[in-house]
T-cell receptor, first 112, second 116 residues
Framework: GQQVMQIPQYQHVQEGEDFTTYCNSS?????IQWYKQRPGGHPVFLIQ?????EVKKQKRLTFQFGEAKKNSSLHITATQTTDVGTYFC????????????FGTGTRLKVLA | GAVVSQHPSWVICKSGTSVKIECRSL??????MFWYRQFPKQSLMLMAT?????????EQGVEKDKFLINHASLTLSTLTVTSAHPEDSSFYIC????????????FGPGTRLTVL
Protein backbone atom coordinates (compact mmCIF):
# COMPACT_ATOMS: atom_id res chain seq x y z
CA GLY A 1 0.00 0.00 0.00
CA GLN A 2 0.91 3.64 -0.14
CA GLN A 3 3.45 4.81 2.39
CA VAL A 4 4.76 8.18 3.37
CA MET A 5 8.02 8.20 5.26
CA GLN A 6 9.71 11.07 7.01
CA ILE A 7 13.30 11.52 8.10
CA PRO A 8 14.68 12.07 10.57
CA GLN A 9 12.43 10.55 13.19
CA TYR A 10 13.87 12.81 15.89
CA GLN A 11 15.96 15.95 15.81
CA HIS A 12 17.47 17.90 18.66
CA VAL A 13 18.88 21.29 17.77
CA GLN A 14 20.28 24.24 19.65
CA GLU A 15 18.13 27.32 19.49
CA GLY A 16 19.18 29.35 16.47
CA GLU A 17 20.22 26.34 14.39
CA ASP A 18 18.37 25.34 11.25
CA PHE A 19 16.18 22.26 10.92
CA THR A 20 14.93 20.25 7.96
CA THR A 21 12.54 17.33 7.72
CA TYR A 22 12.09 15.30 4.55
CA CYS A 23 8.96 13.54 3.39
CA ASN A 24 8.95 10.75 0.79
CA SER A 25 5.97 9.02 -0.75
CA SER A 26 5.95 5.65 -2.48
CA UNK A 27 3.48 7.01 -5.03
CA UNK A 28 2.83 10.29 -6.83
CA UNK A 29 0.68 12.64 -4.82
CA UNK A 30 -2.06 15.04 -5.77
CA UNK A 31 -0.89 17.53 -3.19
CA ILE A 32 0.84 17.58 0.15
CA GLN A 33 0.02 19.25 3.41
CA TRP A 34 2.17 19.94 6.44
CA TYR A 35 1.00 19.91 10.03
CA LYS A 36 2.51 20.71 13.40
CA GLN A 37 1.42 18.90 16.53
CA ARG A 38 2.44 20.10 19.95
CA PRO A 39 2.63 17.53 22.76
CA GLY A 40 -0.91 16.77 23.92
CA GLY A 41 -2.45 18.75 21.08
CA HIS A 42 -4.00 18.02 17.73
CA PRO A 43 -2.40 18.57 14.34
CA VAL A 44 -2.51 22.16 13.16
CA PHE A 45 -2.49 22.86 9.44
CA LEU A 46 0.56 24.77 8.24
CA ILE A 47 0.42 24.79 4.46
CA GLN A 48 -0.62 22.98 1.30
CA UNK A 49 1.55 22.50 -1.78
CA UNK A 50 -0.08 21.54 -5.06
CA UNK A 51 2.20 22.25 -7.99
CA UNK A 52 5.26 20.30 -9.03
CA UNK A 53 8.40 22.08 -7.77
CA GLU A 54 6.39 24.54 -5.69
CA VAL A 55 8.16 26.47 -2.95
CA LYS A 56 6.31 28.43 -0.28
CA LYS A 57 7.58 30.45 2.64
CA GLN A 58 6.01 31.36 5.94
CA LYS A 59 8.38 33.60 7.88
CA ARG A 60 11.17 31.22 8.98
CA LEU A 61 9.55 28.15 7.41
CA THR A 62 10.22 27.10 3.82
CA PHE A 63 8.22 24.32 2.20
CA GLN A 64 9.13 22.55 -1.02
CA PHE A 65 7.27 20.05 -3.22
CA GLY A 66 9.39 17.87 -5.46
CA GLU A 67 9.26 17.91 -9.23
CA ALA A 68 7.86 14.38 -9.33
CA LYS A 69 5.31 15.20 -6.60
CA LYS A 70 6.58 12.32 -4.51
CA ASN A 71 8.65 14.18 -1.97
CA SER A 72 8.61 17.34 0.06
CA SER A 73 10.63 19.14 2.67
CA LEU A 74 10.14 21.62 5.48
CA HIS A 75 13.04 23.81 6.48
CA ILE A 76 13.05 26.02 9.56
CA THR A 77 15.66 28.75 9.74
CA ALA A 78 17.02 29.83 13.12
CA THR A 79 14.84 27.61 15.28
CA GLN A 80 13.15 28.96 18.38
CA THR A 81 11.84 27.10 21.42
CA THR A 82 8.32 27.70 20.14
CA ASP A 83 9.11 25.45 17.15
CA VAL A 84 9.09 22.39 19.42
CA GLY A 85 6.64 19.72 18.32
CA THR A 86 6.13 16.96 15.79
CA TYR A 87 5.91 17.89 12.15
CA PHE A 88 3.86 15.68 9.87
CA CYS A 89 3.48 15.73 6.14
CA UNK A 90 0.27 14.33 4.69
CA UNK A 91 0.05 13.37 1.06
CA UNK A 92 -3.21 13.22 -0.82
CA UNK A 93 -3.58 10.22 -3.09
CA UNK A 94 -4.77 10.82 -6.62
CA UNK A 95 -7.89 8.67 -6.75
CA UNK A 96 -10.78 7.17 -4.85
CA UNK A 97 -11.64 9.07 -1.69
CA UNK A 98 -8.66 11.42 -2.16
CA UNK A 99 -7.64 10.57 1.37
CA UNK A 100 -4.53 11.89 3.03
CA UNK A 101 -1.84 9.54 4.24
CA PHE A 102 0.22 10.93 7.06
CA GLY A 103 3.96 10.66 7.19
CA THR A 104 5.70 9.08 10.12
CA GLY A 105 6.50 12.46 11.61
CA THR A 106 9.64 14.22 12.81
CA ARG A 107 9.84 15.23 16.45
CA LEU A 108 11.78 18.41 16.97
CA LYS A 109 13.30 19.47 20.26
CA VAL A 110 14.93 22.86 20.55
CA LEU A 111 17.45 23.37 23.32
CA ALA A 112 17.67 26.88 24.70
CA GLY B 1 -9.95 28.89 10.03
CA ALA B 2 -12.93 26.60 10.29
CA VAL B 3 -13.71 25.00 13.64
CA VAL B 4 -14.23 21.32 14.31
CA SER B 5 -15.23 20.12 17.74
CA GLN B 6 -15.10 16.68 19.31
CA HIS B 7 -16.97 15.34 22.28
CA PRO B 8 -15.99 14.02 24.70
CA SER B 9 -12.41 15.21 24.96
CA TRP B 10 -11.54 12.22 27.10
CA VAL B 11 -13.35 9.11 28.26
CA ILE B 12 -12.55 6.21 30.52
CA CYS B 13 -14.65 3.09 30.21
CA LYS B 14 -14.72 -0.51 31.28
CA SER B 15 -13.79 -3.30 28.93
CA GLY B 16 -16.80 -4.52 26.97
CA THR B 17 -18.71 -1.25 26.91
CA SER B 18 -19.36 0.91 23.86
CA VAL B 19 -18.22 4.49 23.50
CA LYS B 20 -19.55 7.10 21.10
CA ILE B 21 -17.42 10.01 19.94
CA GLU B 22 -18.95 13.00 18.14
CA CYS B 23 -17.27 15.17 15.57
CA ARG B 24 -18.93 18.43 14.57
CA SER B 25 -18.05 21.08 12.04
CA LEU B 26 -19.23 24.26 13.69
CA UNK B 27 -19.14 26.86 10.96
CA UNK B 28 -19.07 24.99 7.68
CA UNK B 29 -20.69 22.02 5.99
CA UNK B 30 -18.38 19.04 5.89
CA UNK B 31 -19.03 16.88 2.88
CA UNK B 32 -16.31 14.51 4.02
CA MET B 33 -15.09 13.58 7.48
CA PHE B 34 -12.13 11.45 8.35
CA TRP B 35 -11.46 9.44 11.48
CA TYR B 36 -7.90 8.82 12.60
CA ARG B 37 -6.31 6.98 15.45
CA GLN B 38 -3.02 7.98 17.00
CA PHE B 39 -1.07 5.84 19.45
CA PRO B 40 1.50 7.55 21.70
CA LYS B 41 4.47 8.95 19.82
CA GLN B 42 3.16 7.60 16.53
CA SER B 43 1.65 9.08 13.43
CA LEU B 44 -2.00 9.44 12.58
CA MET B 45 -3.49 6.37 11.00
CA LEU B 46 -6.59 6.85 8.90
CA MET B 47 -9.38 4.54 10.03
CA ALA B 48 -12.18 5.52 7.70
CA THR B 49 -13.57 8.16 5.39
CA UNK B 50 -17.20 9.11 5.59
CA UNK B 51 -19.38 11.15 3.29
CA UNK B 52 -22.69 12.54 4.42
CA UNK B 53 -25.53 10.17 3.79
CA UNK B 54 -23.45 7.23 2.61
CA UNK B 55 -21.57 4.34 4.13
CA UNK B 56 -18.09 4.93 5.39
CA UNK B 57 -15.06 3.61 3.56
CA UNK B 58 -12.84 1.75 5.97
CA GLU B 59 -9.10 1.31 5.66
CA GLN B 60 -7.64 -2.15 5.41
CA GLY B 61 -7.42 -3.80 8.80
CA VAL B 62 -10.07 -1.64 10.45
CA GLU B 63 -13.09 -3.64 11.56
CA LYS B 64 -16.23 -1.87 10.43
CA ASP B 65 -18.40 -3.77 12.91
CA LYS B 66 -16.19 -2.65 15.77
CA PHE B 67 -15.81 0.97 14.73
CA LEU B 68 -19.23 2.15 13.63
CA ILE B 69 -19.27 5.43 11.76
CA ASN B 70 -22.36 7.47 11.08
CA HIS B 71 -22.30 10.70 9.07
CA ALA B 72 -25.94 11.64 9.38
CA SER B 73 -25.64 15.31 8.52
CA LEU B 74 -23.23 17.76 6.94
CA THR B 75 -22.07 18.89 10.36
CA LEU B 76 -21.97 15.73 12.42
CA SER B 77 -20.18 12.41 12.26
CA THR B 78 -20.01 9.86 15.05
CA LEU B 79 -17.61 7.05 15.77
CA THR B 80 -18.77 4.30 18.09
CA VAL B 81 -16.20 1.93 19.48
CA THR B 82 -18.21 -1.19 20.26
CA SER B 83 -17.23 -3.67 22.96
CA ALA B 84 -14.10 -1.70 23.73
CA HIS B 85 -10.98 -3.48 24.93
CA PRO B 86 -7.76 -2.10 26.44
CA GLU B 87 -6.00 -2.33 23.07
CA ASP B 88 -8.54 0.19 21.74
CA SER B 89 -7.14 2.81 24.11
CA SER B 90 -5.86 5.57 21.89
CA PHE B 91 -6.25 9.15 20.77
CA TYR B 92 -9.05 9.41 18.21
CA ILE B 93 -9.07 12.47 15.98
CA CYS B 94 -11.55 13.50 13.36
CA UNK B 95 -11.10 15.95 10.54
CA UNK B 96 -13.59 17.56 8.24
CA UNK B 97 -13.33 18.81 4.70
CA UNK B 98 -15.67 21.10 2.85
CA UNK B 99 -16.45 20.67 -0.81
CA UNK B 100 -13.60 19.96 -3.20
CA UNK B 101 -11.15 17.18 -2.54
CA UNK B 102 -8.38 19.80 -2.81
CA UNK B 103 -9.62 21.71 0.19
CA UNK B 104 -7.71 21.54 3.41
CA UNK B 105 -9.07 19.44 6.20
CA UNK B 106 -9.68 20.84 9.66
CA PHE B 107 -8.93 18.74 12.70
CA GLY B 108 -10.89 18.37 15.86
CA PRO B 109 -9.08 18.50 19.21
CA GLY B 110 -9.22 14.74 19.62
CA THR B 111 -10.69 12.30 22.12
CA ARG B 112 -8.50 10.30 24.44
CA LEU B 113 -10.05 6.90 25.11
CA THR B 114 -8.84 4.74 27.97
CA VAL B 115 -10.33 1.29 28.32
CA LEU B 116 -9.77 -0.37 31.66
Amino acid sequence: GQQVMQIPQYQHVQEGEDFTTYCNSSTTLSNIQWYKQRPGGHPVFLIQLVKSGEVKKQKRLTFQFGEAKKNSSLHITATQTTDVGTYFCAGQITSGTYKYIFGTGTRLKVLA
Amino acid sequence: GAVVSQHPSWVICKSGTSVKIECRSLDFQATTMFWYRQFPKQSLMLMATSNEGSKATYEQGVEKDKFLINHASLTLSTLTVTSAHPEDSSFYICSARQGSSYNEQFFGPGTRLTVL
